[in-house]
């Protein structure tokens, strides 16, 4: 706690240092001049200071949404498949007279800032685990390609994928965010499960 404090006042007395110097700067550069031009001229400078200084704030300020955003699409996402995983694994999916339609309104129900339209989703079933295989559902555009919904029957062993492309908007960060050539992110969520044996529909 002390060498903490210590830290602290070290920082402080550091920091009145650094503007007693750039007082002293400014009265150098205006010695001579009236008052009046004195204090116009240490706005104007100011004023240069605040432009420099700006545009990394506020690039700084929209990324940190960008990426909280993204992040929390992400999240959302996978507790979405989650969520609709359950139905599957219930047999409520199976049951509904558009068990694609019913799925994805469950995915897509929980999910604020997801355009459902561009969601890509894959459901497929198999005999065992070991039987499970992972095929491309998506093209290099991201749309969707060979992508199948088979949610299976009770019992079965059901292998649910989705894929959403963010759209980075803030330019900076498509650099360092977005999937090589492309000025957006796939974000994937995915879930493995055996159906119950169910003889209807289990909530």
């Keep these: 706690m002390i060498r903490r404090n210590q830290r602290t006042t070290e920082q402080t007395k550091a920091l009145r240092r650094l503007l007693a110097a750039h007082d002293r700067f400014l009265d150098r550069l205006t010695g001579g001049l009236p008052e ?9 400078v100011t004023a240069i200071e605040a432009a420099l200084v700006m545009p990394a704030f506020l690039l700084m300020c929209f990324g940190i ?6 992040y929390f699409v992400a999240t959302t996402l996978e507790g979405q498949v989650a969520l609709a995983s359950r139905q599957v ?9 558009d068990p694609l339609e019913a799925f994805r309104t469950l995915l897509c129900s929980g999910a604020p800032f997801v355009d459902c339209d561009r969601l890509v989703l894959d459901v497929r079933n198999y005999g065992s685990f070991g039987e499970i295989e992972y095929p491309e559902y998506t093209d290099e555009e991201g749309e969707a390609s060979n ?8 019992g079965d062993i059901v292998l ?4 959403y492309r963010w759209e980075v908007t ?3 960060l498509q650099h360092y965010l977005a999937d090589s050539g492309s000025s957006s992110k796939t974000l994937n969520a995915a879930a493995v499960f055996q159906n119950e044996p169910y003889e209807g529909a289990i909530n």
Aim: hydrophobic letters at 35%.
């Design 160 to 163: 649910v994928r989705i894929s």
């Design 65 to 70: 949404i960008e990426v909280s955003l993204m």
């Design 147 to 154: 992508n199948e919904f088979l949610p299976g029957a009770s």
């Design 170 to 172: 803030t330019p900076f």
């Design 89 to 97: 694994r219930t047999g409520n999916v199976q049951q509904e007279g």
């Design 36 to 44: 009046w031009q004195r204090r116009n001229l240490r706005a104007g």
